[in-house]
């Protein structure tokens, strides 16, 4: 019997009301790859979402970066035009000197002129003059022979005189450059010992480092060292060092109970020479002492730049004008001058 067209209309009725029977429909006319051909295209998918997600996230880092670069490209730019404006600058300055080294060398080279026209018109004056008193000159030029060795022997005597006279120059310059050295030297041991007594006058500059300071005199100082030397605390190379400390200051700590003494070295401009006797030192008493906090300390108005760089990493206390600064503290530039003690 044919399928007609009235057949078709009436399947696709009865699909209609039972939808089940839809399903088993198309799993008879498509066949088991058809039907999987939807999950699969779900993975295939995730996997493209997956691979879409890396991706976006690949190119946020690259833009990421990207913005990094420029913006150290901007301060290299930045750093660059300053370098270069300054390079312009020194051009311009370098271009103006030049530019009046030539007008100074034009000036010279026109009064150069003039003075050459004027020594050759002398010069034909002189030739003619020649011509006609030739036998005239041979006479006057044997005396200008003679005149011209009078001179030249008066000459060398002049330069050996000069020459004895720029010895002479040179020795007395040697001598005052010494002298200023040492006028140099006398200044600085005298501003020092100034500072030293300064510091070791007034107990209360380390009242930020110490509660109730009191500097111990020098020979309250070699007595403490020669203490800790027959206790066996120290050894003899140690007691020396600590006995030509530029001072000991003792307290109580400002933080918490007990005792403290500072070991300070005392300087108008503190070196690293200083920070590192003033580290030693301090060491060498906080092992003879260790129930006592023991501080090194560089007091001084001035410090210099590598002395600040030491401190910070050798522990060691910076004390200028009333101040107390921490190793960490120290700054990298002076700090402003105060107006109390």
């Known amino acids: ?44 998918r995730e996997e493209i979402e997956r691979r879409l997600a890396a991706l976006t996230q690949a190119l946020q880092e ?8 420029y913006e150290e490209f901007a301060a290299h730019r930045q750093e660059f035009l300053a370098y270069r404006a300054e390079t312009d600058r020194r051009f311009a300055e370098l271009a103006e000197a030049q530019r009046r080294h030539y007008e100074e060398f034009a000036a010279h080279r026109q009064e150069f002129l003039a003075y050459r026209a ?23 030029r044997a005396e200008t022979d003679r005149r011209f060795a009078e001179l030249a022997e008066a000459q060398r005597r002049a330069e050996e005189r000069i020459g004895r006279l720029e010895e002479a120059v040179a020795a007395l310059a040697e001598a005052q450059r010494r002298t200023e050295k040492r006028v ?14 300064e510091y070791r006058r007034i107990h209360r500059r380390y009242r ?18 020669k203490a800790l030397e027959e206790r066996g605390a120290i050894d003899p190379d140690e007691g020396e060092e600590l006995e030509a400390a530029d001072a000991l200051v003792r307290g109580r700590r400002r933080e918490g109970e007990g005792e403290a003494i500072l070991v300070v070295e005392i300087s108008a401009v503190v070196h690293t020479g200083d920070v590192e006797r003033a580290a030693r030192r301090a060491a060498a008493l906080q092992k003879a002492l260790p129930e006592m906090e023991v501080r090194a300390v560089v007091a001084g108005p001035e410090i210099h730049p590598r002395a600040r760089a030491m401190a910070r990493e050798r522990g060691v206390w910076w004390l ?11 700054p990298g530039e002076p700090p402003p001058r105060s107006g109390g003690l």
């Open 320 to 330: 200028t004008d009333g101040r107390a600064f921490a190793p960490h503290e120290i």
């Open 208 to 225: 930020h480092l110490v509660r109730d300071p009191y500097v111990l005199s020098l020979e309250e100082q070699r007595d403490l060292v």
């Open 184 to 197: 140099l030297g006398i200044e600085g041991r005298l501003r020092g010992g100034e500072v030293e007594a």
């Open 118 to 140: 004027e020594t050759d018109r002398r010069f034909a004056e002189l030739a003619e003059a020649q011509r006609r008193h030739y036998e005239e000159f041979a006479a006057y």
């Open 1 to 44: 019997m044919p399928f007609t067209v009235t057949d078709f209309q009436d399947l696709l009725r009865l699909l209609r009301e039972h939808p089940d029977w839809r399903a088993q429909l198309w799993a008879t006319l498509a066949g088991e790859e058809l039907l999987r051909l939807p999950g699969e295209f779900r993975v295939f």
């Open 62 to 69: 690259l833009a990421e970066a990207q913005r990094r670069h």
